[in-house]
C-alpha cells in the first residue's frame, strides 16, 4: 500500500466534525437555519406511552439557566473525561427534550439517526450562544 492509500483510508475511519453531518439532518428540520429550528420531523412515527410522535416542535429560546442546571444533573450528563457537559449526549438529549417539551425518556425511545440529529441541533443551538456572545 503507498503512502496516499493509507492517507485516503486512514481519513474515511475519522470521525466527521458536527459541522459536516449537519448537513446530514438539513432535510429534516423545517428551515435550514440550524440555529432557529422550530420543527424536527422524525425518520418514522414513534409511539411511547400511548402517544405518537412525527414531528417534534422545538423551542430553544424558552430553555433558561434552570433546564441546563436540570440537565446537568442527570447521571452521565458530565462525562468521566473532564471534558465540558455540552459534548455529552445525555446532556444534549435533555437539552433537546426540553426544548420539546417531552422527558428525556421519550427521546431515547426515537431511532438513534433522530436521537443523534436532536442532540446536533440542541448542539448547535448552545453554540449559537457562544458564538454571539463571542461576537460582542
Known sequence: MNNSTKTSAAAATEPQPIA???EEIKDKVETADLTRIKKYKLSRPVTVADKTYEVLSLDFDKLTGE????AAMLPGAIPGDGSTSEYSKTYLMAIAARAAGITIHEIRKFPIADTTGLTMVAYGFLMRGLSESIKQ
Open 20 to 22: 459536516a453531518n449537519v
Open 67 to 70: 433546564d441546563m442546571e436540570h
